[in-house]
């Protein structure tokens, strides 16, 4: 538990130094505490990469639902196999799709840090994730929204944040909805 603090309070200071406008934010994460954000990817072997909301425990103290999208991964056929397992069974759509991914709770989910899924990568193809690979939690293409929904089930903003896969050295994680830093994202395709 004083492991999560510390990374939560440690993702706080991030996003007030970057000028996030939303204290919420949904990303991928390499551990379970959201402390790491990249991972090392090895073939014939399975790596998770973690799905985790974190709440800024002031407006947003739990989650009902979340809607989001994450780009960049681009596992073709004969890359990596995925398998994606959800902390619910209330999904909607593919989140490594085109168009977007919703997740539903029964229950209100308590922050600051609510496991949303795991992705299991197993990989194929030794080229694959590249090295410096950006995987960002983005808005849905669907409808435009990367957002939480909270116990009161308002729809409230949150900011997508960026993963490295097999980051060489130095590698930028971050806030993947800031226009520069998406435009960063942007400009790789």
């Known amino acids: 538990?004083?492991?999560?603090?510390?990374?939560?309070?440690?993702?706080?200071?991030?996003?007030?130094?970057?000028?996030?406008?939303?204290?919420?934010?949904?990303?991928?994460?390499?551990?379970?505490?959201?402390?790491?954000?990249?991972?090392?990817?090895?073939?014939?072997v399975y790596t998770d990469v973690y799905i985790i909301a974190i709440l800024d425990m002031i407006d947003t103290t739990g989650i009902t639902a979340a809607e989001f999208l994450v780009d960049g991964v681009n596992a073709g056929a004969g890359d990596a196999i995925v398998a994606i397992t959800w902390a619910s069974p209330l999904t909607i759509g593919d989140v490594l799709g085109p168009d977007g991914f919703s997740i539903a709770f029964p229950e209100c989910q308590p922050g600051p840090m609510i496991h949303l899924g795991t992705m299991s990568f197993f990989v194929l193809n030794g080229a694959y994730p590249a090295p410096d690979s950006r995987w960002c939690?983005?808005?849905?293409?669907?409808?435009?929204?990367?957002?939480?929904?909270?116990?009161?089930?308002?729809?409230?903003?949150?900011?997508?944040?960026?993963?490295?896969?097999?980051?060489?050295?130095?590698?930028d994680c971050g806030i993947a909805t800031e226009e520069s830093t998406w435009g960063g994202v942007k400009a790789l395709y």
């Open 1 to 44: 538990m004083k492991k999560s603090v510390i990374a939560v309070f440690a993702l706080s200071l991030m996003l007030l130094a970057s000028g996030a406008s939303a204290a919420n934010v949904i990303g991928l994460f390499g551990d379970v505490d959201a402390t790491q954000c990249s991972k090392t990817f090895g073939v014939y």
């Open 137 to 171: 939690v983005v808005p849905t293409n669907d409808s435009g929204n990367l957002a939480v929904v909270d116990c009161q089930y308002v729809t409230v903003p949150a900011d997508g944040w960026c993963f490295i896969a097999n980051c060489t050295a130095g590698c």
